[in-house]
């Protein structure tokens, strides 16, 4: 069972576009980070959210925190092909030490 | 400062061999925890380890076993490799434990089981 999933799955989008990729979940997280990962790398991190409701800018990224902390989004305005990569959330389960990835979204931005 | 660094980069092993993995935390850094990521599973949590002790574990075989020592240094070891263990195996360290603070990723070792 995943607990953390991810949609859309893949993403090809031309530079410019706006996209947003959720993160949904049945469970309650203490806090929640969002990672982008590039081929041959580890995944590196983007932004942490830890508030319910939360909202976070970094530059063109906008990380938003469900209310309930169940669930997150992230918006990218303007794409570019330098944003191209993999895309993980993930989070530790309220309460454990159990930290958890998300499926991965795969985003491809054209120039 | 240095990052977190993962030895070997790249592995190829037999079925039936064991292999032992390493993973260099940040200084100062006491959490360590390692995945593996495979296309078809994606990043699924092995481990994590804090002042040598191990706090949690993810649903893996006993095949899968690791620590960590007083300098944080952390190892893992697979035993009796199968086909099926081929991935990219990532460690992450961070201060406390992920989550808490921010977590950096070592670039990870590619282990092909033959």
């Known amino acids: 069972t995943q607990l953390l999933e991810q949609s859309p799955q893949f993403l090809s989008i031309q530079e410019g576009e706006n996209l947003t990729v959720y993160c949904n979940s049945s469970s309650v997280f203490s806090s929640l980070q969002w990672y982008r990962q590039e081929p041959g790398e580890g995944p590196v991190l983007l932004v942490t959210?830890?508030?319910?409701?939360e909202v976070k800018k970094l530059k063109r990224l906008t990380f938003q925190f469900g209310d309930a902390r169940k669930d997150s989004s992230l918006h990218i305005t303007a794409a570019q092909p330098g944003d191209t990569g993999l895309y993980l959330c993930?989070?530790?389960?309220?309460?454990?030490?159990?930290?958890?990835f998300g499926t991965g979204t795969r985003l491809k931005v054209l120039a | 400062k240095a990052g977190v660094t993962q030895t070997p980069r790249y592995l190829i092993k037999t079925r039936g061999q064991q292999v032992t993995l390493s993973c260099s935390p940040i200084s100062g850094h006491r959490s360590v925890s390692w995945y593996q990521q495979t296309p078809g599973q994606g990043l699924q949590f092995l481990f994590e380890?804090?002042?040598?002790?191990?706090?949690n574990k993810g649903n893996f075989p006993g095949r899968f076993s690791g620590r960590q020592f007083s300098n944080s240094r952390s190892e893992m070891n697979v035993s009796t490799l199968e086909l099926g263990d081929s991935a990219l195996y990532l460690c992450?360290?961070?201060?406390?434990?992920?989550?808490?603070?921010?977590?950096?990723f070592g670039q990870g070792t590619r282990l092909t089981v033959v």
């Open positions: 992450a360290s961070s201060f406390s434990a992920l989550g808490d603070t921010e977590a950096f």
């Open positions: 993930a989070g530790e389960l309220s309460g454990t030490y159990k930290y958890i």
């Open positions: 959210v830890v508030t319910g409701g």
């Open positions: 380890y804090f002042s040598e002790t191990q706090r």
